[in-house]
Structures are given as C-alpha cells and as structure tokens.
C-alpha cells in the first residue's frame, strides 16, 4: 500500500492475528477437519463484520486455507498474496541475467530437502495439488548457510 494511504479516511486495518499452525514444527500439515474450518471462520468474523473488500494472505501457508478463506468471506472479497509478485520478481532476475528458459509445455521439477522428505513430500502434494515423485534429501553446510 503506497504511503500516502497512512491515515487515508477510505484505509482500514483490521488485525485478527495469526491462524496457528501446527505443521510448521512436525512437518506434516494437519487434516482439514471440523476444528480448522470453525478457526478459519472464527478469524474471518471481525473481516465479514468489518464487510472488507480485500484480504492481504501475509504468510506462506495461508494458500492451505485459501479456499476456506475465500468460501467464509464471500466470493466478492479480493484474496491477495505474494505468490505471484514473488514469481514475477524471479522471472525478472533470471531475465535480466539471461539465465530465463522460455519453453513450450509444464517444464520439469525437481524438490530437493533438508528434513524429513516424506514429510516434505505429503505436505508439499497438497500445498502444490501435484504429485511431487522423488524427493532429494540434502545436507546444509553450517560454514555455508551462515554465509
């Protein structure tokens, strides 16, 4: 949001807090159960009541639950995300560095790991809704990734 929307009469903040979640640490994503559809609808009540227009999703799991999101605030609601910018900031720098790989089709992937990759691969299956195949568990140099 440009900077001069600060104290803009048409701004409104509204802060409802951080949905948990407890995957993060044992590395699988819980199931969608009866609990996590009534938190997800607990945090989306002061939004519907405040008839927002647009949600800003400002963590990296919250497409998870987008689809919860979007059905509890109404299909009118903008959801945005980072996602995309993210991509089209990557694309740019890679273009930029003539490192781009423009090709027809899907193209190929490759996920590689730091922890447990069975973990990885069921939590990384629903997050990107495609099958993720083999997963390459790596090391981390400690030397290195202080660097």
């Given amino acids: 949001m440009p900077e ?8 409104k903040d509204y802060g409802v807090g951080a949905i948990p979640v407890q995957f993060k640490e ?3 994503a819980p199931p969608v159960d009866e609990r996590v559809v009534a938190t ?3 945090y989306c009540e002061p939004l519907r009541e405040a008839r927002v ?8 799991h919250y497409p998870l639950v987008r689809p919860m999101l979007q059905r509890s605030l109404g299909p009118d609601v903008a959801m945005i995300t980072s996602g ?13 560095r003539g490192l781009d790989a423009r090709r027809e089709g899907e193209g190929d992937y490759r996920f590689l790991c730091t922890g447990d990759a069975e973990a990885f ?3 990384g299956t629903r997050f990107l809704q495609l099958p993720l195949g083999a997963i390459e568990t790596v090391a981390v140099d400690a030397g290195r990734a202080a660097a």
């Fill in 26 to 28: 044992s590395g699988s």
């Fill in 53 to 60: 227009d647009s949600v800003i999703l400002g963590c990296t």
């Fill in 4 to 11: 001069d929307w600060e104290g803009h009469p048409l701004r």
């Fill in 121 to 123: 691969k069921a939590a």
């Fill in 84 to 96: 995309a910018a993210a991509a089209r900031q990557v694309e740019h720098a890679l273009a930029s």
């Fill in 40 to 42: 997800v609808r607990a």
